[in-house]
């Protein structure tokens, strides 16, 4: 019960909300249910930049929960007092925001070929 509890008072906040709502939009959870909805659901890519798989809508929420990891990180890295802890969220933070800049268009050279 006490679970329960925790987890209906995170879902109060409307901060976690509006993160969780972003991530499904720029995962392209829309796109595929309008477009995707047609396609074989083993298919991995398609040829199109327009419509989007099941799995690349999967891949694109991990990218998407990758990028707001490593916003998140180099915000907990600006209120650290230790400077070890400062120089590990930063790096990590910037690793992952990267990672997350760069995977789509590595995803939409994969798709063009």
């Known amino acids: 019960m006490r679970k329960i509890t925790t987890v209906l008072e995170i879902l109060k906040d409307f901060r976690f909300l509006y993160v969780l709502v972003c991530v499904l939009l720029m995962g ?4 595929y249910s309008i477009e995707g909805i047609t396609l074989s659901p083993t298919m991995i890519y398609t ?3 327009r419509v989007q ?5 999967i891949i694109y929420l991990f990218i998407s ?3 707001t990891s490593g916003i998140f990180l180099l ?3 600006s209120l650290q007092r230790n400077k070890r802890l400062i120089s590990l969220y930063f790096v990590i933070g910037m690793i992952l925001f990267t990672l997350a800049s760069v995977l789509p268009y590595w995803m939409w ?3 063009l070929r």
């Not at 798989?53 to 809508?57: L, V």
């Open 75 to 77: 915000y907990k890295a």
């Open 28 to 31: 392209g959870i829309i796109n």
């Open 109 to 111: 050279l994969i798709k």
């Open 47 to 49: 040829r199109s930049l």
């Open 53 to 57: 798989s099941f799995i690349e809508t």
């Open 65 to 67: 929960i990758m990028g």
